[in-house]
């Protein structure tokens, strides 16, 4: 009886929630936490992954385009624990959501590849911190994706600023970088014309 109700529960979980997806950030975490240094806020983070038969498109040949964007946030919450940017706004009640992302597929990648996604911060506001990730295959050392990824924070009404100081006391904001700038105008962009059409 105990066995049949367990398989119940676990089914039931399955339906309801994208399982798999709360273990994997659950296991990124704690491999960080257990085998990898804390990293200083501009140091890149790598974790690894292999495009299996749950990742693969349509043709069971390419990994789906919405698996890399799956991957990239399990390297976020990694990026995020390992440099102690997520705790020190943690600790304030507040939390990050992602807010846009710029992703530029370049090459697609095959099935069993086994590839990394490095993270790093490029830059801040007052209110965002913006990222670059990379999908790479390891075999070649491909860059397969690259994003920029803008990270809002929310529920906290101190700057960033702040933040980055409590964490790092010595960094010092980078300069905008035209690939960024001429992203987030294109946003700025989007932003006006569609407060035109109300």
Sequence with gaps: MF????????????????????????????WGRLFQKRKKIFEETTIHGICTTQDVDLFFRNMNIARYVRELDFARFHYYDRSGIFGAISSKGGS?????????????LGIFTPYKVTTKLIYWDEKNFYLEQQLISLPDNFVRTVVLSKQSVTGIKIPIS?????????????????????????????????KKQK
């Design 3 to 30: 066995c049949y109700c367990s398989v119940a529960i676990v089914a039931i979980l399955y339906i309801l929630f994208d399982v798999n997806y709360f273990l994997r950030i659950a296991f990124t975490l704690a």
């Design 96 to 108: 990050v959501v992602q807010s846009a992302s710029s992703v530029r597929y370049r090459k697609a």
């Design 162 to 194: 702040e933040i980055i100081a409590k964490v790092e006391p010595e960094a010092r904001r980078p300069e905008l970088s035209k690939e960024l700038r001429l992203w987030l105008e294109s946003m700025e962009e989007s932003s006006q014309r569609l």
